[in-house]
């Protein structure tokens, strides 16, 4: 008799209560074991943690989605309606799932005015810092009820999860990266960062999960053909992070750390100055990363990230980049 034969003669009464638990945030594992006697079916339970989806990563649009027992958060919102129904496709969620909305700042391609008619129809709460308050209720007054302000200390968008916010300095007004704790699990989320200072170690230290921008490769950037002030942005203090700047900063980040994190992604890569061979190439060096390497993309979601179980080989910690 085969597994699948076992599995279907479990008790109907079992089978009811297993779906009341996977309602409630549970995983269940099916383990057989065999005895002369019998065949038993256990479930083994576990408590559910976090993950993340990136739906799209670039110049052309930002959002993400981090799935809780509690509820669906959503880190910027830079893709319109139509758009983000398609990449939340597949993934479980639905747009009426979306507890909340995090946003890192209000540019363009992270939040995008044609999603504010949904925001307000769905009254899904806004998490943005109190600085960019007047310009969200500037340009789009129909949310200014569902406007939750956020300054230094950490916040709860849903319940369970603890958002520590952090200031990055990008353009004039600046953007904010988030440490996301919860349910046993603790996520760092940073994008269009300038420059990497030196608190940002003290605030994404002991990661399950890394989410930070790569944004281009600085030959590519000097041979373009964009404009020499748009190069002087990209690559000043205030603009965005390069290749060499993001690996930079996560061998850091993993030199400090106790246990290795279960994902490195790479955010923002620019379609025009990077490279998504380059940039695996370059990270990949480092024997740490290479099997915890996640590429975000533009026109396509990444798979759902979370909890995973590691079979590190002898001395991974203490193992030095070559």
């Not at 034969?5 to 057989?32: A, E, M, N």
């Not at 302000?149 to 709860?156: G, K, L, M, Q, T």
């Not at 379609?271 to 998504?276: A, K, R, S, W």
């Amino acid at each position: 008799m085969g597994d699948d034969q076992h599995i279907s003669q479990i008790d109907v009464r079992d089978q009811v209560w297993i779906g009341r638990l996977k309602c409630t945030g549970y995983i269940f594992s099916p383990i057989l074991a065999c005895s002369s006697a019998a065949l038993f079916f256990n479930w083994v339970v576990r408590p559910m943690s976090l993950e993340l989806c990136i739906l799209a990563s670039g110049s052309a649009g930002n959002a993400a989605i981090l799935r809780s027992p509690a509820g669906i958060l959503l880190i910027d919102a830079g893709i319109g309606p139509r758009t983000l129904a398609t990449r939340l496709d597949g993934t479980g969620v639905r747009l009426t799932d979306i507890g909340a909305l995090c946003l890192t700042h209000l540019d363009g391609d992270h939040f995008s005015l044609r999603l504010a008619p949904t925001l307000q129809r769905l009254k899904i709460p806004i998490y943005c810092h109190v600085d960019k308050v007047g310009a969200l209720a500037l340009c789009a007054p129909e949310l200014v009820p569902f406007i939750r302000p956020f300054e230094v200390a950490s916040f709860s968008p849903i319940n369970g999860l603890r958002c520590d916010p952090i200031h990055f300095a990008h353009d004039h007004l600046g953007s904010h990266g988030f440490v996301i704790d919860g349910f046993g699990y603790r996520i760092g989320y940073a994008t269009d960062l300038g420059h990497v200072p030196s608190y940002f170690f003290e605030h994404f230290c002991e990661l399950d999960c890394i989410a930070l921008e790569a944004n281009y490769d600085p030959k590519m950037q000097a041979e373009s053909s964009r404009p020499y002030f748009l190069k002087r942005r990209i690559t000043g203090s205030h603009g965005h992070l390069s290749n060499f700047q993001a690996l930079a900063a996560i061998r850091k980040l993993l030199d400090r750390a106790r246990q290795l994190p279960d994902h490195i992604v790479l955010l923002h890569r620019s379609q025009e100055c990077n490279c998504p061979e380059l940039v695996r190439e370059l990270f990949s060096a480092d024997r740490r990363i290479a099997p915890r390497l996640t590429l975000a993309h533009q026109h396509e979601r990444s798979p759902w990230l979370g909890r995973v179980a590691h079979h590190p080989y002898v001395g991974e910690q203490l193992t030095l980049a070559l």
